[in-house]
């Protein structure tokens, strides 16, 4: 299985919803990402999570909140977003190793519009 | 601070003709270099890294060439077909980065029938 799930696939939230993106991976991968695309752009790390604890957090407003459950389950908890905020949100993971160079695999994203 | 130039933007070529993106990388340390394809609406799937140890990579119609001297890298697509329409990014795992993989701007890559 080289697949990495993520759900749902398209979400339209208000600005003083909350709501949770959910991501998993049954590969083995310690590392799981978080990224935020928008339109006509590479993607843009938010967060990393190396077994199961936060690595890095690349300066992202804490309107966005991640949570890694287990080894398997990643998920992005969303409070008071802004219209701004409406991009695709793409999980990945890979292996972590000496080298640190290997494949990251990325889920099918969520397409997230803030209204 | 680290950083990686891709080269063009947008590439129009007709098919079966050869297409060739180019990447310049800033840290001579850099290891690993992954190429993406983004189809429209979809997730970026690798379709070819190189390792720092390696000049040349050739997976069917795909090669990648890596020149550590000149820290660049290319994408070259040979007999290119309706389907290798996409957006294409190469990116750099650069040593002080941690997990991180510092990305290309991306190229809009058009196959003219």
């Known amino acids: 299985d080289t697949e990495v799930t993520q759900t749902p696939k398209h979400l339209v939230m208000g600005m003083t919803n909350k709501k949770s993106l959910k991501c998993e991976q049954h590969m083995g991968h310690r590392a799981m990402y978080w990224y935020k695309q928008k339109a006509k752009k590479p993607p843009e790390l938010m967060f990393v999570?190396?077994?199961?604890?936060?690595?890095i957090n690349e300066s992202v407003p804490s309107r966005f909140s991640p949570e890694c459950p287990n080894s398997s389950l990643l998920n992005l908890h969303l409070h008071a977003l802004q219209p701004e905020d409406s991009a695709l949100y793409l999980c990945?993971?890979?292996?972590?190793?000496?080298?640190?160079?290997?494949?990251?695999?990325f889920g099918q994203g969520t397409r997230l519009t803030v209204v | 601070g680290e950083n990686v130039e891709q080269h063009p933007s947008t590439l129009s070529v007709q098919e079966g003709d050869s297409a060739v993106i180019k990447c310049t990388y800033s840290?001579?340390?850099?290891?690993?270099f992954p190429w993406y394809k983004q189809e429209l609406g979809k997730r970026p799937q690798l379709i070819i890294d190189i390792r720092s140890n390696v000049g040349e990579k050739k997976d069917q119609r795909i090669a990648v060439t890596l020149n550590k001297t000149a820290k660049h890298f290319s994408l070259h697509i040979t007999e290119t077909q309706p389907e290798d329409s996409a957006v294409y990014f190469c990116?750099?795992?650069?040593?002080?980065?941690?997990?991180?993989?510092?990305w290309g701007a991306g190229t809009k890559l058009i196959i003219k029938p």
């Open positions: 840290d001579s340390a850099s290891n690993y």
């Open positions: 990116a750099a795992h650069f040593m002080d980065s941690n997990y991180q993989l510092i």
């Open positions: 990945a993971s890979s292996q972590v190793g000496p080298s640190r160079d290997t494949e990251a695999f």
């Open positions: 999570y190396s077994y199961e604890k936060l690595s």
